[in-house]
């Protein structure tokens, strides 16, 4: 069994134009590569010494730390050959870099939740909390070590939440993506080495199915806007959903924490609590209505312009997290039941006003445009978001097909 390991420059540079340190492992002429972790200039490199030249700042220490990789891969060779284990090269280096913690999954999942807690995002614990114990039940315990999640076991998994939890496609694909998650963060955190990670090509694929996305068109929001002789908190809840919408489907807990000392120079000026990004808003006529209906109940200027949160207590997210969750249920029940005398036979939701005013901007407001109103990093996002609302093109290619 001819087996080595080598010090190597590989001839791949990153977008610096720098080449990565890596270490060459050799079983009958097959080769795999494990990555130092270090980039050089390549004249930095002593192509006939296998070394870092003086050249590179970093050389005496980049020297030490590449003599001990080497030494520990030639250790780890050498106890392979003792023990004359028939393997490949990409399996001998899974055996020389196993992971020295003894942290196991669910171990490293309640570190992921107490973080969760610290850092007050309580609604993300209460769903990741969910989606763990459905792992745990699929396990029987909470004995499960991140080697045994492997492609198999994630197959299984998701036939296991489909079927037997009965979840949908989506659901068991959240689940999915919270797996991928922790294995991320382990990797990051040396607990477990990256050979063993599960997902990406050829291996298993995290891919969402289509939703469809409906909103309210205009005129079914002209009717709701029209709307009369509704009770007291009917109507609040439909202030709140236009409110939403008028600010390009602002989520709910953002209206919910809007001050009335953000609204100054004829503008909203708020955080969004998904992102922490800034936005300012013009204040819409419509809007200045709303605004009207509850200037009688501030009591100062920094005040929440709606109710919901003016008795919680902002030191406690759990108090946060019940009170958003327990306003955003009344809202959606009311809705329903302002839905059903508009006589529109669409669910309308607080969620729905995000998707009423995509299904409305349409492909009339520039893409650039629209990504800065809902404030999303990437303007793929944004044209993926507003691909659920445009239909022009394929229905004008539908008549000119049909209507001859």
Not at 335 to 359: C, D, E, P, Y
Request: glycine share 4%.
């Amino acid at each position: 069994m001819s087996m080595s390991a080598k010090l190597i420059l590989r001839k791949k540079p990153n977008s610096k134009g720098q080449y990565p340190l890596a270490i060459r492992i050799t079983k009958d002429r097959r080769s795999t590569y494990k990555h130092i972790g270090h980039y050089i200039d390549l004249e930095d490199w002593d192509d006939k010494n296998l070394k870092v030249k003086k050249s590179n700042p970093e050389a005496e220490s980049l020297n030490t730390l590449i003599a001990s990789k080497l030494s520990e891969a030639r250790k780890g060779l050498i106890s392979l050959q003792t023990d004359n284990k028939a393997v490949t090269a990409r399996q001998i280096k899974k055996e020389i870099y196993k992971p020295t913690s003894s942290l196991t999954f669910f171990d490293f999942a309640d570190e992921h939740l107490e973080a969760l807690e610290a850092e007050k995002k309580i609604n993300r614990h209460s769903t990741d909390s969910a989606w763990l114990s459905y792992i745990e039940k699929y396990c029987s315990g909470r004995h499960l070590t991140f080697q045994e999640i492997d492609n198999r076991f994630l197959k299984k998994f998701k036939a296991y939440l489909i079927g037997s939890s009965s979840l949908t496609e989506t659901t068991a694909m959240n689940v999915m993506v919270l797996i991928r998650l922790l294995f991320n963060q382990a990797i990051k955190h040396k607990v477990i080495s990256k050979e063993i990670y599960p997902f990406g090509k050829d291996k298993f694929k995290i891919k969402f199915p289509e939703t469809n996305k409906t909103g309210l068109s205009c005129k079914e929001i002209k009717v709701l806007e029209n709307l009369t002789q509704l009770t007291q908190m009917e109507r609040h809840s439909l202030n709140v959903w236009l409110f939403s919408f008028y600010f390009a489907g602002m989520r709910v807990s953002d209206v919910l924490f809007t001050r009335w000392s953000q609204i100054y120079d004829n503008r909203l000026h708020y955080r969004m609590g998904k992102n922490s990004k800034l936005l300012s808003l013009k204040i819409p006529v419509k809007v200045e209505g709303i605004l009207l209906q509850y200037i009688d109940d501030r009591v100062k200027n920094d005040d929440f312009i709606f109710p919901e949160m003016k008795k919680a207590d902002l030191t406690d997210a759990k108090d946060i997290y019940r009170k958003k969750k327990v306003a955003n249920k009344k809202f959606n029940d009311h809705l329903k039941k302002i839905a059903k005398r508009a006589g529109i036979q669409k669910k309308v939701t607080m969620h729905i006003a995000r998707h009423s005013f995509g299904n409305i901007a349409g492909d009339n407001i520039h893409p650039l445009m629209l990504q800065k109103l809902y404030r999303h990093s990437d303007l793929k996002t944004t044209i993926n978001y507003q691909s659920n609302f445009i239909h022009r093109d394929a229905d004008n290619a539908l008549d000119e097909v049909i209507n001859f």
